[in-house]
Structure formats: C-alpha cells, structure tokens
C-alpha cells in the first residue's frame, strides 16, 4: 500500500509564505496522480491542485498565481508552494495519490493532514 506524510503547515502571517511537503512511501510505482486537498473549519474538502508523474499540473481557480505544485520523482515527494497567504486560506491540507492496481481498479490514498494557519 501507499503511505502518504505531510509536513511543513504553521502558523504564518496574511501575504506571508509556507512550502508543504508529501512523501510518498510504499507501493509507490503505481501511483499516476498526486495532489493536494484543503479542508477549512465548517466546510467541504476541496481540491487545491494536481501533479501527475509526467508532470502536468492543475489548480482551483482561488489558488492560481499563488500557489504552485511541483514534484520530485527521485524522492517520491510533492510540494506546495503557497505565497501570498490569506486567512481563508486556513485550513487542513491533504496529501492524495491515484494508485493504479495490477487486475483491479485504480484505489486513493490520503495523508493525515498539515494544519495551515494564516493570521491577519
């Protein structure tokens, strides 16, 4: 199986900046889609941006020009790279891979989470 870990949430001031890390461990090769997820208080998880192995990337709306997701295969880790950071932007961060299985369907996995705090 995949385990993901998240690092790198804080707390940090609004226009401020943090790069989080996912470290991708176990039965890594099969993974075809890495991303990340948020989650606020009171509110829906909601998707933040998408890496695949290749490289191409997508993000929400909200995220765009602010925050950038990259990856580095060798390590098996994905970042985020969140700069000018607003309150909303507090939330629970999640790491998710796309694992494809020999003779099954593709499953997902999640990290536990990194809690980001932006104050005003």
């Known amino acids: 199986q995949v385990q993901l870990v998240e690092s790198g949430g804080g707390l940090v001031q609004a226009g401020g900046s943090l790069r989080l890390s996912c470290a991708a461990s176990?039965?890594?090769?099969?993974?075809?889609?890495m991303g990340w997820y948020r989650q606020a208080p009171g509110k829906q998880r909601e998707l933040v941006a998408t890496?695949?192995?290749?490289?191409?990337?997508t993000y929400a709306d909200s995220m765009k020009g602010r925050f950038t997701i990259s990856r580095d295969n060798g390590k098996n880790t994905i970042y985020l790279q969140m700069n000018s950071l607003k309150s909303e932007d507090t939330a629970v961060y999640y790491c998710s891979a796309l694992i494809s299985k020999p003779l099954s369907t593709p499953e997902s996995s999640w990290g536990q989470g990194t809690q980001v705090t932006v104050s005003s």
């Open positions: 890496i695949t192995r290749a490289g191409s990337t």
């Open positions: 176990g039965s890594i090769v099969g993974i075809n889609i």
